[in-house]
């Protein structure tokens, strides 16, 4: 006899489908299902422990349409749900804290910047299945959605770009330009190429444009330079999550009288 050793993510799939298959003959979950499809809410569900938190998340989550919020107590439970929901094949994304209390200073060049601005955009695009944030996170106010939803860029290969006028607005989205992008935030304009390194990403974006013709956009890495994957579109987000427009400045105004 040949034995075979498992790893980890095969017993976490064998072990969720055995307990899927279980709950299937069990009426009260049964029951609970059928609830949340009809959207008879509020459910209270007392006794999860553990994994079977996520485990039930992910059955709820199956019989749901469009973004799936699960709140966590603290910030380590968000980490911990959010992994076992990956363990479980659910794409999830945790929304961070700041990290620090109101009116507290934090740095320009805080990387929290870079990923609320990213999640915030991909809520805005309806491109998160399953958001896992803190109490502290959700009671942290962020911009609404028909502010944010317009600040968005979309580049396609093909489509025609006004180079000054997106260079403007970069700067405007809180882009600092320079010679060569090295760090998230930063974008650099050189000829007919424009390279921007999104905030919250892990590599650059190379626009190469003929006269005003967008004729390839593909990642890079922004110290070999070395191509990483060739892409059809690029949706620019601002580098903070508050941009400081005319109207958002005319509205602080008012609020502060």
Do not use: C
């Not at 999860?48 to 199956?62: K, T």
């Not at 396609?156 to 010679?179: D, S």
């Not at 424009?194 to 004729?215: H, K, M, N, Q």
């Amino acid at each position: 006899m040949t034995l075979i050793p498992l790893s980890e993510d095969t017993m976490i799939t064998l072990l969720a489908n055995a307990i899927s298959q279980s709950l299937k003959k069990d009426q009260e979950f049964q029951k609970l299902l059928d609830a949340w499809k009809r959207d008879r809410l509020p459910l209270e569900i007392e006794g999860l422990q553990g994994f079977f938190q996520a485990f039930l998340v992910s059955q709820l989550h199956q019989a749901s349409m469009g973004t799936f919020f699960l709140v966590a107590p603290t910030e380590a439970d968000a980490e911990v749900w959010a992994a076992d929901l990956e363990a479980l094949g659910v794409e999830v994304e945790v929304f961070p804290w700041w990290g620090t209390l109101l009116y507290q200073g934090i740095s320009a060049q805080a990387s929290i910047f870079g990923e609320r601005s990213r999640l915030l955009s991909l809520l805005a695009r309806g491109k998160i299945k399953v958001l896992v944030l803190s109490l502290r996170s959700l009671l942290f106010p962020v911009p609404p959605p028909e502010s944010w939803k317009p600040l968005l860029a979309t580049f396609r290969k093909g489509n025609t770009i006004q180079v000054q006028k997106t260079a403007e607005r970069l700067v405007k989205m809180g882009y600092l330009r320079v010679p060569r992008v090295t760090v998230p935030g930063e974008f650099a304009l050189r000829g007919e190429v424009l390279d921007i390194y999104l905030p919250g990403d892990e590599s650059a974006v190379r626009l190469v444009f003929g006269f005003d013709t967008i004729e390839e956009l593909r990642r890079f890495h922004p110290v070999t330079q070395a191509s990483i994957a060739v892409l059809d579109e690029l949706v620019v987000y601002p580098a903070r999550e508050v941009i400081w427009e005319q109207d958002n400045l005319a509205n602080l105004e008012v609020w502060a009288q």
